[in-house]
């Protein structure tokens, strides 16, 4: 965080009656901390310089909303030498977090269909915040839905892996064969992270974890080979 921040200046509308607080433009939210209720933001106006601000009770649910590189117009009062936020704008600065960001939550939604889209944009837009929800999505009543979060967990790849390794031994026979599947059609990204699991795996969950990499071409290490040989992949 910012040791020093630039003057924050008044805005009120051209002729009208001046209110308590400021409106703060900011390009980028550099950093956001729930835990002290604070985030930091770029300002516009002053080159690129940041600025703290603490955050009110009744924006601590935007607080929750707005990602560092978001831009935002913020509400400000000072309060006892200190400048408060109250409430936020954002502006996402990519289109696609802000499309993700609703995908997410459709993703939950109680209609089917809009669960079925939600999970196939998931997949197109790549944004690995989507892997757990998707994972969840696995266990879905419908089976379209179940498909589409399948498909976008392949085209996730690499960040997948983690969150899919536990299904290896989940007590469900579609949700276990779904796992399998998808780690190896991930393919090369997935072979680092799966040997790497097998440190801390159980017996059931390592004799998983080899058969979906001896499928995969991976050679597990012997007496003779202190490293394990990765595959390789094409």
């Given at each position: 965080m910012a040791d020093e921040a630039p003057k924050l200046i008044q805005i009120a509308p051209k002729g009208g009656e001046k209110k308590d607080g400021f409106n703060l433009v900011t390009e980028r939210v550099v950093a956001v901390n729930p835990e002290s209720k604070q985030l930091e933001v770029e300002l516009l106006a002053y080159d690129g310089k940041t600025v703290v601000l603490d955050v009110a009770e009744e924006a601590q649910e935007d607080l929750k909303k707005i990602r560092v590189g978001d831009g935002a117009t913020i509400r400000v009062v000072e309060e006892n030498g200190k400048r408060i936020a109250k409430s936020f704008k954002i502006r996402s600065?990519?289109?696609?977090?802000?499309?993700?960001?609703?995908?997410?939550?459709d993703l939950r939604d109680s209609h089917w269909l809009n669960r079925k889209y939600a999970a196939e944009v998931l997949g197109e837009l790549k944004d690995p915040r989507a892997v757990d929800p998707l994972v969840a999505a696995l266990n879905d009543e419908v089976g379209d839905v179940r498909q589409r979060a399948y498909d976008s967990l392949i085209k996730l790849g690499g960040p997948s892996v983690p969150s899919l390794i536990?299904?290896?031994?989940?007590?469900?026979?579609?949700?276990?064969?779904?796992?399998t599947e998808i780690l190896r059609k991930i393919g090369k990204p997935a072979v680092e992270?799966?040997?790497?699991?097998?440190?801390?795996?159980?017996?059931?969950?390592?004799?998983?974890?080899?058969?979906?990499?001896?499928?995969?071409?991976?050679?597990?290490?012997?007496?003779?080979?202190?490293?394990?040989?990765?595959?390789?992949?094409t």
């Open positions: 600065k990519d289109p696609n977090a802000a499309k993700a960001d609703a995908m997410l939550l536990p299904l290896l031994v989940s007590e469900e026979d579609e949700v276990r064969q779904s796992a992270p799966l040997a790497t699991a097998l440190t801390d795996a159980d017996d059931r969950l390592k004799t998983r974890i080899m058969k979906v990499l001896d499928r995969m071409g991976y050679k597990p290490k012997t007496k003779d080979q202190p490293k394990a040989e990765l595959p390789r992949l």
